[in-house]
C-alpha cells in the first residue's frame, strides 16, 4: 500500500543547496520533506571555497564560526612560471571593511553537508537518504511526486511546492522537460585530494601556470592535505572528439606535476582524485508552475573563483522567504515569480564573468599566455597591496556585490542621490562597536530609520507593530560617519530590507503610502 505524506515544500536533493533551502525553511517555520537518491552526505571534498556572502547567511542560523573553526582561511597566493615564484599576493584583509567575514575560507563541500545536515537534525528533521524522484504532476492546487525508497517501496508526497535541488543530471528538470543548454570546453582536468609534504608557508595556495597546462595547490584542513587542480592537455583532442574511453591514471597527473614542478615532492596518499569536463550551461526557466529549480539543477559554469556551491546557496536563501510569505497567506503567489527574474539573470551574468575568467586561465591561445606569462605577476602583486584595490575586487569574488537593481522588486524612486542602490545588498558596518547584520537576524522585512536625533520614531513604532509587526521589525540607527561615507548623504533616511537583506527601497522621506504601496507590489498583506 502506498503511503501518502502531506507536506508544505518537497526538497529534491540534500547536496549544500537542498540542505540550505531546508536550514532557511526551519528557520521561517515551514514544514518540508527532503530526500536524495545517495546513502548519505559526500564524503568527499569536491567544493572548495566557501565565500563572504554564504557566510553571512550561514552566520544568520548560527553556523559562521563553526565553519570557520573546521576551515582554512586563504591569506597569500604565490604565482609560480617554469617552477619559480613568480609573483606573491597578500590576501589578507581581503575584504577589508566590506563584511564581517572578509576572507576567502576552504571549507569543503563535505564539511558544508555536514553541518546543515546537523543542523536538521538538531531541529528534528532528517534527510530520507537512498530515495529517488518516480514522477510528478502539478495542478492549480498543488503538487504530487512519487518517490521510491531503497527496498523498492514506493511514498507519495503532496505539497504546496517543489524545489529540483538535484544536481546537474536533475530528474526533476527532465520530468518537468526544461531545456538545459550549453557548451562543453573541450579540454580534460584532474581535481585530487592527497597529502603531499610541502615546504609551503601557512595558509598559502600555489598557482603554477605552463604554457599550455596550470596547477593550483591549495591548503586543506589537517596536516600535510593538498588538493590539486589542473589540465591535461594531452587528452584536448580526444575530448573534442567527444571520446569516452578517457581511462586517465594519477600516474599521469604526478609526471604533470613535476613537470610544472620540478622540485615538488612525491606524493603520499591520494585520498581522491578525479577527472571531468567543464560545461557552461543554463535551464531555460528556474520555475515552472508550482515546482522549481536551484543550484546545479538550474545552472552550471566554470569552477573559475569558486562560484557554484555558493550561487546553489544563495538560490536557495533568495526562494525560502518567498515560498514562507506565500505559504503563510501573507504574500500572494505572484511574489514567487520574482525567483525566476532575479537568480535567471543572476546566473546569466556569472556564467559571462566565470567564462571569461576561465578562458584567461586555462586558454591556450598565444594572447593569454602573453597576459598570464608576463602582464599578471607584476599586475595582480601591484594590485594586492593596495587596500582600496582589493576592496574594489572582493564584491565580485565573494558575491557580496551581487545585486537585484534590475528586479521589479527594486522601487527606484528616490534612491538617487544615495551611492546605494535599490537591489543593493544592505552594506556591512559597526553599529556602537557591535554587527549591523546582529540586528538582522530575524526572518522578516526590516525597516531602517538613520536618524540626526532631532525625529522621535515612537508613533512609527507603533503603527508598525500595529499594521505590520508580523512582517516588519524597526531599527533606529545614528547618522555616523561611515554611514554618511557608505550611503552618500548627511541627512535622516529610511530603507526598507527584504527578508534576505536585500534593499527593497531607500529615501529621505517616508511616508506610509510609500510602504504600503511597496508591499501591495509584493502581493504582501497587512496584519489583520
Not at 233 to 238: A, F, G, H, K, S
Not at 279 to 285: F, G, I, P, S, Y
Not at 329 to 348: M, P, V
Request: glycine share 6%.
Amino acid at each position: 500500500m502506498t503511503t501518502v505524506t502531506r507536506t508544505d515544500v518537497i526538497i529534491v536533493g540534500a547536496g549544500p543547496t537542498g540542505l540550505s533551502l531546508a536550514v532557511q525553511l526551519i528557520r521561517y517555520g515551514i514544514d518540508f520533506q527532503i530526500f536524495d537518491k545517495k546513502a548519505g552526505i559526500t564524503d568527499l571534498s569536491k567544493a572548495l571555497v566557501v565565500h563572504a556572502r554564504t557566510m553571512e547567511i550561514y552566520d544568520q542560523v548560527g553556523l559562521a564560526q563553526t565553519a570557520v573553526a573546521g576551515g582554512e582561511i586563504v591569506q597569500k597566493t604565490v604565482l609560480m612560471h617554469d617552477g619559480k615564484v613568480s609573483a606573491r599576493l597578500d590576501f589578507s584583509d581581503f575584504g577589508g571593511r566590506l563584511s564581517p567575514f572578509p576572507f576567502l575560507l576552504i571549507f569543503e563541500q563535505s564539511k558544508n553537508e555536514r553541518l546543515l545536515n546537523e543542523y536538521l537534525q538538531h531541529h528534528a528533521k532528517a534527510v530520507q537518504w537512498q530515495t529517488e524522484l518516480e514522477s510528478l504532476t502539478q495542478n492549480a492546487d498543488g503538487v504530487t511526486a512519487v518517490i521510491k525508497t531503497v527496498n523498492g517501496e514506493t511514498q507519495t508526497l503532496e505539497a504546496q511546492y517543489l524545489v529540483g535541488c538535484d544536481g546537474a543530471s536533475s530528474p526533476t528538470r527532465h520530468l518537468l522537460d526544461l531545456k538545459f543548454e550549453g557548451s562543453t570546453y573541450p579540454r580534460l582536468f584532474y581535481v585530487a585530494d592527497v597529502e603531499l609534504d610541502l615546504p609551503a608557508d601557512e595558509s598559502t595556495f600555489y598557482a603554477q601556470l605552463g604554457q599550455d597546462a596550470f596547477l593550483l595547490m591549495l591548503p586543506m584542513s589537517g596536516e600535510k592535505h593538498w588538493r590539486l587542480i589542473g589540465n591535461l592537455p594531452e587528452y584536448n583532442d580526444r575530448v573534442a572528439a567527444l571520446a569516452d574511453d578517457l581511462a586517465v591514471t594519477f600516474d599521469e597527473v604526478e609526471t604533470k606535476l613535476k613537470q610544472l614542478v620540478p622540485q615538488a615532492p612525491a606524493i603520499g596518499t591520494v585520498r581522491w582524485f578525479s577527472t571531468y569536463k567543464v560545461h557552461t550551461r543554463r535551464a531555460e526557466a528556474f520555475s515552472l508552475d508550482r515546482c522549481f529549480l536551484a543550484g546545479d539543477a538550474a545552472h552550471m559554469h566554470t569552477p573559475a573563483g569558486g562560484q557554484g556551491m555558493n550561487t546553489g546557496i544563495q538560490d536557495a536563501y533568495n526562494l525560502a522567504w518567498k515560498l514562507a510569505l506565500v505559504l503563510k497567506n501573507d504574500a500572494g503567489e505572484d511574489l514567487l515569480a520574482s525567483y525566476n527574474e532575479e537568480r535567471l539573470a543572476n546566473a546569466n551574468h556569472l556564467l559571462q564573468t566565470t567564462d571569461r575568467a576561465f578562458e584567461f586561465a586555462a586558454g591556450n591561445q598565444w594572447y593569454f599566455r602573453f597576459l598570464r606569462d608576463k602582464i599578471l605577476p607584476s599586475l595582480a602583486s601591484f594590485i594586492t597591496q593596495f587596500g582600496a584595490a582589493k576592496e574594489f575586487l572582493f564584491p565580485a569574488i565573494s558575491q557580496i556585490g551581487l545585486n537585484y537593481h534590475d528586479s521589479s522588486l527594486s522601487e527606484h524612486q528616490g534612491d538617487t542621490e544615495f551611492a546605494v542602490k535599490a537591489g543593493d545588498r544592505m552594506p556591512y558596518f559597526l553599529v556602537d562597536g557591535a554587527n549591523l547584520y546582529d540586528l538582522l537576524r530575524a526572518p522578516k522585512f526590516h525597516l531602517l530609520a538613520f536618524s540626526d536625533g532631532t525625529h522621535h520614531d515612537r508613533d512609527l513604532r507603533l503603527e508598525l507593530e500595529r499594521k505590520y509587526g508580523h512582517l516588519i521589525d524597526l531599527n533606529v540607527i545614528p547618522l555616523y560617519p561611515p554611514v554618511v561615507e557608505i550611503f552618500g548623504v548627511d541627512r535622516p533616511f529610511y530603507l526598507l530590507l527584504r527578508p534576505d537583506c536585500y534593499i527593497g527601497f531607500i529615501s529621505t522621506s517616508f511616508s506610509w503610502s510609500k510602504l504600503q504601496n511597496y508591499l501591495l507590489h509584493l502581493s504582501v498583506m497587512e496584519k489583520c
